[in-house]
């Protein structure tokens, strides 16, 4: 247990629903990281917050996603509209940026379904 | 896109053996970095590499790094039944700026047989 927790672990939709997962990073940690892995890849990037702001975003999230992280703790990613292409493992990771650089603590995941 | 390959993508070795995974990235790096995955699970930091050092030792982990061949090499010796995952390298670009986002390879499927 890395001590970032995510909710649900599994989800299963139908394809145009719309679908919401949260983290909740370790409660130190001023960055947090969304990344989107499918069946027998590594993890890419999605999208990372500083605090409450949202500073970067992969050209993976297309307009159907949206993430926030409101008062810079736990943080929601939510597609609108899911599609079949959805499917795959949703990863949240964070870290603390003026201790120990670069290393990330990575939740156990969310594992979208979209039938 | 994928930083980078990992080779082989799948390794079965006896307990005790030395596991030798192979990672080569295509950009300028920070840092390289070795995560683990257990089936269906999030990933858990194993190991970091600065783009300045050479080689790092973490007990039963040894990990080097040629920034010229833009490659790096995961030994695991005498491998454990609970070794079994799939290990994946992960860069951070000099390209990344201050996101410092990971990069990942595809990973190498490790099974170690009893």
């Known amino acids: 247990d890395t001590g970032v927790s995510q909710d649900p672990r599994h989800k299963i939709t139908k394809r145009g629903q719309n679908v919401t997962f949260r983290c909740d990073p370790i409660s130190e940690h001023n960055r947090l990281y969304w990344y989107r892995q499918t069946l027998g890849q590594g993890p890419e990037f999605l999208t990372y917050?500083?605090?409450?702001?949202?500073?970067?975003k992969s050209r993976l999230l297309s307009d159907r996603f949206s993430a926030e992280r409101p008062k810079g703790s736990f943080s929601t990613l939510e597609i609108q509209r899911t599609e079949q292409g959805d499917s795959a493992m949703y990863l949240c990771?964070?870290?603390?940026?003026?201790?120990?650089?670069?290393?990330?603590?990575f939740g156990p995941g969310t594992r979208l379904t979209v039938l | 896109s994928q930083q980078g390959e990992e080779d082989p993508q799948a390794l079965s070795i006896q307990e005790g053996e030395n596991a030798t995974m192979n990672c080569s990235y295509k950009t300028s790096i920070n840092n390289l970095q070795w995560y683990r995955q257990n089936s269906g699970r999030g990933l858990v930091h194993l190991i970091l590499?600065?783009?300045?050092?050479r080689e790092k030792h973490s007990g039963r982990l040894r990990v080097t790094l040629d920034t010229s061949k833009k490659s790096s090499s995961l030994l695991i010796t005498a491998s454990r039944a609970a070794d079994t995952a799939s290990y994946f390298c992960?860069?951070?670009?000099?390209?990344?700026?201050?996101?410092?986002?990971?990069?990942f390879g595809s990973g190498t499927q490790l099974t170690v047989l009893p």
């Open positions: 990771a964070s870290r603390q940026i003026m201790t120990r650089p670069s290393e990330q603590f």
């Open positions: 992960a860069t951070v670009p000099i390209s990344s700026g201050s996101a410092r986002q990971l990069t």
């Open positions: 590499i600065r783009s300045n050092e």
């Open positions: 917050f500083q605090n409450e702001a949202q500073l970067e």
